[in-house]
């Protein structure tokens, strides 16, 4: 597939291009397209906790957090749509976001020992972040204890089920017409973050609103773009040095370690400053042809 514009499906814009969206948004109603996209992500979700449960390695944490990530990204535009029920929320969401969180703790550390050691901060500093994490790993094993992945994603898909039949009963839009929609708002959200960001709270916003956007690409139309990788990462990756910077002012370190994470930073952000100006804004999988 090619991607287009964003105008309307069979409509043209004033260049004479015909944009047409892919077939597997253009077709059905969307209410079968979200369940079919949330059921999608029932078993790598499965299989992540699983495997977390088994063991909280670093590859385990980061893996089950990924697949979680993707279905609450997903989650999160059913909930916009009137899939959520407030005993489904407390039953099945609640505890899913709370194993959410304890992961990110968790990797959170992971990823400040890795940082901690690539700028050779001292050893007691290392030490003390390994302490920690051993601390969110038991918080994490202790939450794990409580569930059953099989039991989870079992419940859910009985539950996603009877909520589109019910659903299904209302609501006749293509998906195209309403993840466009999402998208647009989206973007707009996005480019106004980005035009302005240079602090690091106003970056994490930024790098926040691309992640949204990301997943509704990837995830509800499967396109998955370089460029929003690109930024998301590098944004990532800034964050993750701003909250090392903090721990590290809190317990003296050598002024090389402080020097060795601004030049890191300062990479990072000029490359950032030269991938905001690529970002795909309308960007849509479908063709888009010349008007007879």
């Known amino acids: 597939m090619t991607s287009g514009n964003s105008t309307k499906p069979g409509n043209g814009d ?12 253009n077709e059905g109603s969307i209410v079968e ?19 977390l449960k088994k063991k909280t390695s670093k ?18 535009l059913l909930q916009e749509e009137g899939w959520d029920s407030e005993e489904f929320s407390r039953k099945q969401m609640m505890p899913l976001k709370t194993l959410l969180k304890a992961m990110g703790a968790l990797r959170d550390l992971d990823v400040a020992i890795d940082k901690a050691e690539l700028l050779q901060c001292t050893s007691s500093m290392i030490k003390k972040l390994r302490r920690r994490r051993t601390k969110k790993e038991n918080v994490l094993s202790e939450l794990l204890k409580g569930i059953s992945p099989l039991g989870i994603t079992q419940e859910i898909e009985v539950y996603l089920h009877c909520r589109a039949e019910v659903m299904g009963k209302t609501t006749k839009l293509s998906p195209y017409e309403v993840l466009d929609e999402y998208l647009k708002r989206q973007e707009q959200k996005v480019k106004k973050l980005a035009r302005k960001a240079a602090t690091p709270e106003a ?4 790098r926040l609103g691309i992640k949204k956007w ?11 773009n370089f460029d929003l990788v690109n930024a998301q990462t590098l944004l990532g990756e800034m964050h993750d040095l701003d909250r090392l910077e ?25 490359e950032w400053m030269r991938t905001r100006d690529n970002l795909p804004y309308g960007l849509r999988p479908g063709i888009s042809t010349l008007k007879a």
Do not use: N
């Open 59 to 76: 590859e385990h944490v980061h893996k089950s957090r990924v697949a979680l990530r993707r279905w609450f990204s997903v989650w999160s």
């Open 203 to 206: 970056l994490h916003k930024t």
């Open 14 to 25: 004033s260049s004479g291009i015909v944009f047409e969206p892919a077939p597997h948004l």
């Open 246 to 270: 903090l721990m590290l002012r809190k317990r003296k370190q050598p002024d090389d370690v402080f020097k060795r994470l601004k030049t890191a930073r300062a990479e990072l952000f000029r």
């Open 33 to 51: 397209y979200e369940l079919k996209t949330a059921l999608a992500l029932q078993s790598s979700m499965e299989e992540g906790l699983q495997k």
């Open 214 to 224: 990301r997943y509704l690409l990837t995830e509800c139309m499967g396109l998955t």
